[in-house]
């Protein structure tokens, strides 16, 4: 094993780069090219590859993932994580196979946004920031989603569930826990 | 939801509603593809511009720059390639429109692109779109792909010299990143953070070449320009701002939803109470946020009764401004030193962290919409937080620092009776001194 980098732990100075580095089926390379293929510049796709790197290493951007980004990119190990550490969706810690993202800016917050959150906490016994033990969900709340006109919202991985009510959410966190219910992470 | 247009023909919703709009095949019956045809047949670039020009467009993005006079910005005798970049990374809270036109009618910002990059001589270009909207990116690049079967993007245009790609990009959760210069320096593969201007886009953008950054409904606009022609466009509107708007109606009305208005529609008080159906459960009104959260609050007694144009003009002699089309309906039952706070919070995470006035500056907001949310006011407090906008207003990096001020001038100014009842009963605060670092002023 090798030491956890992660921006809370970060690498010390004159210290090597882990070696290890993600490894890929040769249909996520082809998926990489894709987007590598689009762009002048190579370190364009950095948010691209970031997605993907996060989806087939199990939801967040581990230091293995790191280093094939750095590697496929052609920039330094830093440069993966200033841009990693800037962008909200892109995790640079562990979270849950459910990602539940409420929302909680204005035309959320006045209709009810909060009772959304609060049916989370009461169904999984966690709070915003938090990921139950088994690993199954982690809650946020997040900033404007774009549904306001069918608020309150939740996000999950990567899709909406608009015009939420208590029964709702209860029936969702039903269907996630029989594992009916997609993750949303693609 | 609703979703159509009031006052007016639907120009942008016309094809919404229509079963399979977002194919090709419902775009082409309803007159899709033939303003390129038409931009292909015998327009020059500088024709195009011209219509554009005659046509009165603002950018629909917030800032309401015209966009005919920011094509001409563009350098024609530079020899660096050039971009035309869609801002779709719609994240003003309150906004929505731009979601329903890319989910609904994809086809028409794939024309309006291919004409924007026939104008300026782009060659690749990129919609970047906000990462939350991952659906979207999804129909995007189904459009696209469909666009280039049908020889409508790619190598040789419609049997034409003309060749063009549109690329689509995601954004990764950033607000900041609907900032022009903050999404090149994302598309770019850098933290969102925005550029020293000038140089503006139009001159050294992307990559260093020149590039013209434009909302989806600022583009989504252009095919009908091209086809009804700049003029019969602007008549549509007003002299300083033609055609229709998008206006997205979120809160507390009976019928939230994205309404298309003719730029200048006579009157807002009509428009929430008839068009948007009322007040939810026959409440009163108190407040609008017309134009997505960064513009000034307008209380009820704003609105009713009097005669509030639509329009630029119109909102800012009502003491706002159309900015995204935010239109935020909030009724008696908000306190606005909540609405205010809720705001606040977020302005401070969206933050990018580049300039200390407004890194620093919404930190410290929040500290105090804190405190006097635990019952610690101070008689000062809302002085205070005028003080610390003083200091972030004007004196920020980029617009985000102005758009965190002044929602909070106008709602102290406004609703002081809400930000009164925050000064704890004793009239000292209540948290016993100095402990949470704040001056006691």
């Known amino acids: 094993m090798f030491q956890q980098f992660t921006p809370n732990n970060p690498l010390p100075q004159g210290a090597k780069v882990p070696v290890e580095m993600a490894v890929f089926s040769p249909e996520v390379e082809a998926e990489i090219d894709r987007h590598l293929a689009k762009y002048p510049v190579k370190r364009s796709a950095i948010l691209p590859l970031m997605f993907i790197v996060q989806r087939e290493r199990g939801g967040w951007l581990d230091p293995p993932g790191v280093a094939y980004l750095a590697d496929r990119l052609g920039v330094r190990i830093t440069d993966i994580w200033e841009v990693a550490t800037f962008y909200s969706m892109i995790n640079t810690e562990p979270v849950g196979r459910y990602h539940l993202q409420v929302c909680k800016t204005l035309s959320c917050k006045i209709l009810g946004a909060n009772r959304v959150t609060e049916q989370c906490t009461k169904r999984l016994g966690i709070k915003p920031g938090e990921t139950t033990e088994d690993g199954l969900f982690s809650l946020s709340e997040v900033e404007c989603l774009g549904s306001c006109g069918t608020a309150p919202m939740m996000q999950i991985g990567f899709d909406y569930y608009e015009n939420l009510t208590g029964e709702k959410v209860d029936e969702i966190i039903d269907r996630c826990k029989s594992g009916e219910l997609s993750n949303g992470v693609r | ?180 210069t903050a999404l090149l320096n994302s598309l770019e593969g850098l933290r969102g953070h925005p550029r020293m201007k000038p140089p503006f886009p139009a001159v050294a953008g992307l990559y260093g070449c020149p590039t013209v950054v434009n909302n989806v409904e600022t583009l989504t606009a252009v095919p009908d320009i091209i086809k009804m022609g700049g003029e019969a466009y602007q008549k549509l509107g007003t002299e300083k701002s033609g055609g229709t708007k998008l206006w997205s109606v979120s809160g507390h009305v009976n019928r939230p939803g994205v309404y298309e208005l003719p730029m200048g529609y006579a009157h807002m008080e009509k428009f929430i109470m008839e068009d948007c159906q009322g007040i939810a459960g026959g409440r009163r009104l108190k407040a609008v946020i017309p134009g997505g959260s960064s513009v000034y609050i307008m209380p009820a007694s704003d609105i009713v009764g009097k005669d509030v144009r639509m329009d630029y003009e119109g909102l800012v002699a009502a003491g706002s401004s159309v900015g995204s089309g935010g239109f935020i309906v909030m009724d008696e039952t908000v306190d606005v030193f909540e609405s205010t706070k809720n705001l606040t919070e977020f302005y401070k995470h969206e933050s990018c962290g580049w300039c200390t006035p407004c890194r620093e500056g919404t930190d410290w907001l929040v500290k105090v919409f804190e405190r006097m949310d635990a019952g610690g006011g101070r008689p000062d407090d809302a002085q205070l937080l005028l003080d610390i906008v003083d200091n972030i207003e004007g004196k920020s990096f980029c617009p985000l620092g102005d758009a965190a001020s002044w929602p909070i001038q106008s709602a102290i100014k406004k609703f002081p009776e809400d930000f009164r009842r925050r000064v704890a009963a004793n009239g000292n605060g209540t948290d016993g001194g100095n402990k949470d670092g704040l001056p006691t002023a």
Request: negative net charge.
């Open chain 2, 1 to 180: 939801m609703f979703i159509g247009a009031i006052g007016c023909e639907p120009l942008q919703l016309r094809r919404v509603l229509l079963d399979d709009s977002a194919s090709l095949e419902v775009y082409r019956a309803n007159g899709g593809y033939e303003a390129l045809k038409r931009v292909l047949d015998g327009m020059s670039p500088d024709d195009v511009i011209g219509e554009v020009k005659k046509s009165a467009l603002r950018g629909r993005g917030g800032a309401g720059f015209p966009t005919g006079m920011k094509w001409g910005f563009v350098p024609k005798d530079s020899p660096k390639p050039k971009y035309v970049v869609c801002n779709a990374d719609e994240s003003e809270p309150g906004t929505f429109k731009d979601r329903y036109l890319m989910e609904r009618d994809p086809h028409m910002l794939v024309e309006g692109m291919l004409i924007a990059a026939y104008a300026l001589g782009a060659r690749a270009n990129y919609i970047y779109t906000r990462g939350e909207y991952r659906y979207l990116i999804e129909i995007m690049d189904r459009a696209l792909d469909e666009a280039r079967a049908a020889g409508l993007l790619g190598e040789k245009i419609l049997g034409t010299d003309f060749n063009c790609e549109i690329y689509t990009h995601s954004g990764a959760g950033a607000y900041i990143c609907g900032e022009e």
